[in-house]
């Protein structure tokens, strides 16, 4: 019998009535999908201009103090590119941003755009030398820092490469509109520079090419440290036509609520997209809050929502409130929405769409619930292939001949996506790490395919389900989290022999939290406090692993790699090992036995993790 999931070709014509009304904005975006020309001028500058000139009085970025319209929005950006542009920012050039949820990052990174500078959107958990690896990594120019990270900044300023003094943008945490504030000695202050430039569109955003990087987006690699993916304008283009266009076809009387944090694609490439095809506006939130969500969707009346598949799961688990009762909302957009709670989401809070969605910010494949089929990552237009996996030797299955084998319908299996004009690869701004994410002689000789490094299920009619992700990295609170690189500071830890890291399943919690299986010095002893003190202080919050076991021995492979298959099948339930367990607990400063009262009160959900 076929999985409830399985989308038949008679389900697939059953569902396109309802979509005709959407046929000329889908046709609309699946033009800017399958454009090739990567030498076309079409960019994020490009949709900015256009949605000021069609929609100028509409708004175009909101937060719960001050809105602004498209057409002061666009004039806004213009200003800080002529600013930017004075002070040597050009075509090509990477501008280092870090700033946290609000009107003013939004503005600078279209002022780059403009431009054809690059924004490397740092991630605002980052701290001391992870946040410093990351910043040399892209060798920045110029730095704009908002007021609210300057110390942060400023911790590791003398571990940069190349930094010139003039070319720090200072920007105060306030309504930089209204009040450009007193920059710190040695920095410029970028609103106030601006406030004298001319408003009107700048030539050279007629000139900014779809090949042009638009972003770096850190992702976490199975290296050690962060990788620079670059989002070049065709992708941005892209995601305008899929999700923009084909995907939600959002209008001017639409208001998106935005609470994903800006150097994530979810925000600035799907959500901002999908906002400017159609002139809806961006309400933007500093943090995300589950208990403050409802109350502003209220007092923005939003009819649309970007999100991850924790942040549904937090909303899910709030209790009733008054204003979550008959809201605004009728669709949303994101990625990560578990089956288990997918249809309970959408009657408990009446969505009628769901725009979940399937991407990487280095790959070249992007599937969209354009049909709103429930529980799948939706369609995709690229070429791709779903291959069987060896999950032991942690390789693609090939056949006699050492091309690679397609599973059958409904199996699970590694996605690979073609590498063509079509469907470039922009890859990282490391060379040899665009090379080891490429297979090569995948079906036949000289064919090149991406790596997507996860596993998905084909459910039919060239819709997909996403199943599970592959390698040395696992998700929680949104982010991937890279082992390597929590074992190396696992690592550096007085004491520590051997560290193994890996994601488990935390009940009631989406995503894998990180746990530790450490072999310690047998003259050292275990420091609880120490070690959590030490994780802290070197990783963002949402890779310090939350659990810890201490070995006597660390199994490994003939090729000295970890085993972690009954590790993580055993993962922190005491009646599954003899082994010491530790857990940290929120708020607790160090960790603590982990015996098999807590673990019941783990599984019953009573610790938010």
């Known amino acids: 019998m076929a999985s409830v999931d399985t989308i038949s070709p008679l389900h697939f014509l059953a569902r396109l009535p309802g979509h005709l009304p959407r046929v000329p904005r889908m046709l609309r ?45 666009n004039a806004w950006a213009n200003r800080l590119a002529r600013s930017l542009e004075r002070n040597g920012v050009s075509h090509g050039s990477v501008v280092a941003v870090m700033m946290e949820n609000r009107l003013e990052i939004l503005a600078v990174l279209a002022a780059l755009a403009k431009l ?8 605002t958990a980052q701290r001391g030398q992870v946040l410093a690896y990351s910043l040399n990594l892209v060798k920045p120019g110029h730095y704009v820092i908002g007021a609210e990270l300057l110390q942060p900044f400023e911790d590791i300023q003398s571990e940069l490469n190349d930094l010139r003094p003039e070319w720090r943008f200072w920007l105060a945490d306030q309504d930089t509109l209204q009040d450009a504030g007193t920059a710190p000695d040695g920095w410029q202050n970028l609103a106030s520079m601006a406030t004298e430039e001319s408003s009107e569109n700048l030539p050279h955003t007629a000139r900014v090419r779809m090949k042009d990087a638009c972003f770096y987006i ?22 305008y036509g899929g999700f923009g266009h084909s995907g939600l076809s959002l209008t001017e009387q639409d208001v998106l609520y935005l609470t994903l944090p800006c150097y994530h694609n979810n925000a600035v490439t799907v959500c901002w997209s999908a906002a400017l095809a159609g002139g809806a506006a961006i309400a933007l939130r500093r943090k995300f809050s589950a208990s403050a969500f409802w109350k502003d969707v209220r007092h923005f009346r939003a009819t649309c929502f970007g999100y991850i598949g924790e942040l549904c799961r937090y909303l899910l688990n709030q209790p009733p409130c008054p204003e979550e009762q008959g809201n605004t909302l009728t ?5 990560g929405l578990r089956p288990s709670i997918w249809g309970e989401f959408k009657q408990r809070f ?42 032991d030797n942690e390789q693609p299955v090939r056949d006699r001949k050492g091309f690679m084998v397609k ?60 199943v599970d992700r592959l390698g040395d990295t696992f998700r929680w609170h949104g982010e991937n989290v890279s082992t390597t690189e929590v074992e190396n500071v696992l690592g550096a830890w007085p004491g520590v022999e051997d560290a193994v890291v890996y994601g488990v399943e935390v009940p009631g919690m989406d995503g894998r939290c990180g746990m530790a299986a450490l072999r310690m010095t047998a003259d050292v002893a275990f420091d609880p406090l120490g070690l959590a003190t030490h994780l802290r202080q070197h990783l963002p919050p949402y890779a310090v ?14 090729t000295f790699k970890y085993k972690k298959t009954d590790l993580k099948r055993q993962a922190f339930d005491p009646a599954q ?18 015996d098999a009262v807590r673990y019941a009160e783990l599984s019953r959900g009573e610790h938010r993790l």
């Not at 969209?368 to 990552?377: A, H, I, L």
């Not at 469907?423 to 060379?431: I, L, N, V």
């Not at 692993?545 to 003939?558: A, Y």
């Not at 090992?577 to 982990?594: C, E, I, R, Y």
């Open 29 to 73: 975006g699946l033009y800017y999908t399958a454009i090739r020309n990567r030498d076309k001028t079409l960019s994020l500058g490009w949709a900015l201009e256009q949605s000021a000139k069609r929609f100028p009085d509409r708004p175009a970025v909101m937060d719960l103090q001050r809105s602004v319209s498209y057409a002061d929005f």
């Open 116 to 123: 054809g500078a690059i924004g490397a959107l740092v991630n």
């Open 350 to 391: 009446g969505i009628e769409r769901i725009t979940e969605f399937y991407a990487s910010s280095e790959g070249n494949i992007g599937f969209t619930n354009v049909f709103n089929f429930d529980n799948t990552v939706g369609f995709t237009p690229a070429t791709y292939a779903i291959v069987r996996y060896d999950l």
């Open 577 to 594: 090992t003899a082994d010491p367990l530790f857990v940290l607990l929120p708020d607790a400063p160090g960790f603590q036995v982990l």
């Open 331 to 335: 669709c949303m957009i994101g990625n």
């Open 545 to 558: 692993p939350l659990f810890v076991r201490l070995l006597d021995e660390v199994e490994t492979t003939g």
């Open 218 to 239: 850190y992702t976490s690699g199975t290296t050690g440290l962060p990788k620079a993916s670059v989002m070049s304008h065709g992708k941005w283009i892209k995601a």
């Open 407 to 466: 599973v059958n319908k409904g199996e699970a299996g590694l996605l690979i996506s073609e590498i063509s004009p079509k469907w470039p690869f922009d890859g990282y701004t490391d060379s040899a790490k665009s090379e080891a994410a490429i297979f090569r002689n995948v079906f036949k000789q000289g064919d090149a395919w991406f790596n997507t490094g996860d596993l998905m299920r084909d459910i039919g009619c060239k819709h997909a389900q996403f």
